[in-house]
């Protein structure tokens, strides 16, 4: 049975950071892709950052470009979101997801099987 079990939301003011971390069960994280996705409160889940550990760089959404940075740690099965200089857009439920392979839009909440139940990240002004 796959679990994704997200930790590291927490409220943070703008300009501050967070790390989130994501702990993969049932599943090797070396073998797939696995994505950060923000949820804001009436808006529809949207992709962060994805990576596949066979991939040569990993994809990251404009908005938070040179801001995010997502890494993983396959001796641990576990994948982190780095997130620096942090603004209150980025306020939203963060889920980390998973899908065997190369999904052909690695960005895109649609290609992705496995999720997590979600940690809040709230960015005050």
């Known amino acids: 049975q796959v679990q994704l079990v997200e930790s590291g939301g927490g409220s943070v003011q703008a300009g501050g950071s967070l790390t989130l971390s994501c702990a993969a069960s049932g599943l090797t994280i070396s073998r797939d892709t696995m994505g950060w996705f923000k949820q804001a409160p009436g808006k529809e889940r949207e992709g962060v950052a994805s990576?596949?550990?066979?991939?040569?760089?990993?994809n990251t959404a404009d908005s938070v470009k040179g801001r995010f940075t997502i890494s993983q740690d396959g001796a641990k099965n576990k994948v982190a979101l780095q997130m620096n200089d942090m603004k209150p857009e980025d306020t939203g439920m963060y889920y980390c997801?998973?899908?065997?392979?190369?999904?052909?839009?690695?960005?895109?909440?649609?290609?992705?099987?496995?999720w997590g139940q979600g940690t809040q990240v709230t960015v005050s002004s």
């Open positions: 997801a998973a899908v065997f392979g190369f999904p052909s839009a690695p960005l895109s909440p649609r290609n992705y099987y496995y």
């Open positions: 990576m596949h550990s066979d991939s040569g760089r990993p």
